[in-house]
């Protein structure tokens, strides 16, 4: 079985740029989780969907970031445009269902703000 | 609002000491616990689970313990090697699935 995949694994950019993060959860999976992780702190959830619902973005700036889960599958978060303190670790999450399913983890995308 | 804390931070130990790793949270009402692996630059890779209503959980020389009512966890390590040098998260599960993590121990097993 396939895990989650994520992709870029790595971005630079300067602030007031834009960036897009794409992210495929594993196949059958109704529920996805995009987290934030600051150096030195855990992951901090950003948003949640299930299938193409947003369940809970109560944690994310949306004056600057927006994400989509088009068809319930794939999903993609954009920050636009992009702070010093946006640097971070972005992991996406799958999960076969709401609540207490086992989630897994994508190896993340790491991105730096010059 | 729940709160996860780790301690320690950090800790450094030589290979084949036995180690504990705490967890605390404030709010009871979780559906489960879960202790994770981060290695430097990676995902994070699931160790154990705990549901609410279990106690502990073991896995190879890994066993986890839950006391929901004092809102404590503990990790414990046994014969500690230097493969198992990583940063070890703990998180609660609520309701919704939403995970809340502490900020992690970030353990060194020296040679």
């Known amino acids: 079985e396939a895990g989650v995949a994520q992709s870029p694994r790595y971005k630079i950019i300067e602030k007031r740029q834009s960036v897009a993060f794409w992210c495929n959860p594993i196949?059958?999976?109704?529920?996805l989780y995009w987290y934030q992780q600051i150096l030195g702190q855990g992951p901090k959830l950003l948003i949640q969907?299930?299938?193409?619902?947003?369940?809970?973005d109560s944690q994310l700036p949306k004056d600057r970031f927006s994400a989509e889960r088009l068809k319930g599958v794939d999903s993609t978060l954009k920050i636009q445009p992009a702070k010093l303190e946006d640097s971070a670790v972005y992991l996406c999450a799958s999960s076969w269902r709401e609540g207490p399913d086992e989630q897994f983890f994508g190896p993340g995308t790491r991105l730096t703000v010059l | 609002k729940q709160e996860v804390t780790q301690i320690p931070a950090a800790l450094s130990v030589p290979e084949g000491e036995n180690l504990v790793l705490n967890c605390s949270f404030t709010?009871?009402?979780?559906?489960?616990l879960q202790w994770f692996r981060q290695d430097p630059g990676k995902g994070l890779t699931s160790l154990l689970l705990i549901q609410s209503s279990q106690r502990e959980q073991t896995s190879g020389r890994l066993n986890a313990s839950l006391d929901k009512s004092s809102g404590r966890s503990t990790l414990y390590i046994a014969a500690s090697q230097p493969g198992d040098s990583a940063t070890y998260l703990c998180a609660v599960r609520g309701n919704t699935g939403k995970l809340i993590f502490g900020q992690g121990t970030t353990l060194q097993v020296k040679p």
């Open positions: 969907f299930q299938n193409n619902g947003v369940v809970d």
């Open positions: 196949s059958g999976h109704a529920t």
């Open positions: 709010d009871s009402a979780i559906y489960n």
